[in-house]
Nanobody
């Protein structure tokens, strides 16, 4: 089992920055890919970014490329999502997820085995 706890959400003005953290505990060595997803009210859960823990290969949805950066700190078993130049359309609940498999598409939410409880990000205009 892997437990994931997100933190770092909040209210920020457009153009501002936030850094989300996802602290993992439990059998973290079994996770191959860590991802961030978001869900706005009335919308489906959307892939934001992912990182392969063995290679540091990263993936991003086009709408956040150049603004968001996913990274990890193995010593702290934590994955981060640095979000810069935030826009009102980035407003959503952000979820961290862990996948035990090294294969598959990082943007597919169905491949992830564990999910955090989510943290709210609100960007005001």
């Amino acid at each position: 089992q892997v437990q994931l706890v997100e933190s770092g959400g909040g209210l920020v003005q457009a153009g501002g920055s936030l850094r989300l953290s996802c602290a993992a505990s439990g059998r973290t060595f079994s996770s191959y890919v860590m991802g961030w997803f978001r869900q706005a009210p009335g919308k489906e859960r959307e892939f934001v970014a992912a990182i392969r823990l063995r290679s540091d290969i990263t993936y991003y949805v086009d709408s956040v490329k150049g603004r968001f950066t996913i990274s990890r700190d193995n010593a702290k078993n934590t994955v981060y999502l640095q979000m810069n130049s935030l826009k009102p359309e980035d407003t959503a609940v952000y979820y961290c997820a862990a996948d035990r498999s090294p294969i598959g598409t990082p943007s597919d939410p169905a491949r992830y085995d564990y999910w955090g409880q989510g943290t709210q990000v609100t960007v005001s205009s």
